[in-house]
Nanobody, 123 residues
Framework: QVQLVESGGGLVQAGGSLRLACAAS????????MGWFRQAPGKEREFVAA????????YYLDSVKGRFTISRDNAKSRVYLQMNSLKPEDTAVYYC???WGAGATIDYEYDYWGQGTQVTVSS
């Protein structure tokens, strides 16, 4: 059974930082590209960042470029999202997802999803 479990969310002031982690189990992690998505209240889920299974390619939503960094540790079956210079508009539930492919920006390309972790940025 595949499980993706996110952690690291919380409440932070604007300009602060958080590091999200996603622990994967039940899949051959090193063969999956991983992504982070988010969904704010009343809005559709949107792509945030993705990393190729090799770690060699990374993709970001334009509005988070230079502030967020995605990384992975295949030995620990974990993917991370370092979020710096957080803004109130980053407030959302953040989900990690696994893609048995090259790493997509479209949610329906992903095979497995976590339950999400809440990130709230106060102004």
């Amino acid at each position: 059974q595949v499980q993706l479990v996110e952690s690291g969310g919380g409440l932070v002031q604007a300009g602060g930082s958080l590091r999200l982690a996603c622990a994967a189990s039940g899949l051959s992690f090193s063969t999956y590209s991983m992504g982070w998505f988010r969904q704010a209240p009343g809005k559709e889920r949107e792509f945030v960042a993705a990393i190729h299974w090799s770690g060699g390619s990374k993709y970001y939503l334009d509005s988070v470029k230079g502030r967020f960094t995605i990384s992975r540790d295949n030995a620990k079956s974990r993917v991370y999202l370092q979020m710096n210079s957080l803004k109130p508009e980053d407030t959302a539930v953040y989900y990690c997802a696994a893609d048995w492919g090259a790493g997509a920006t479209i949610d329906y390309e992903y095979d497995y999803w976590g339950q999400g972790t809440q990130v709230t940025v106060s102004s």
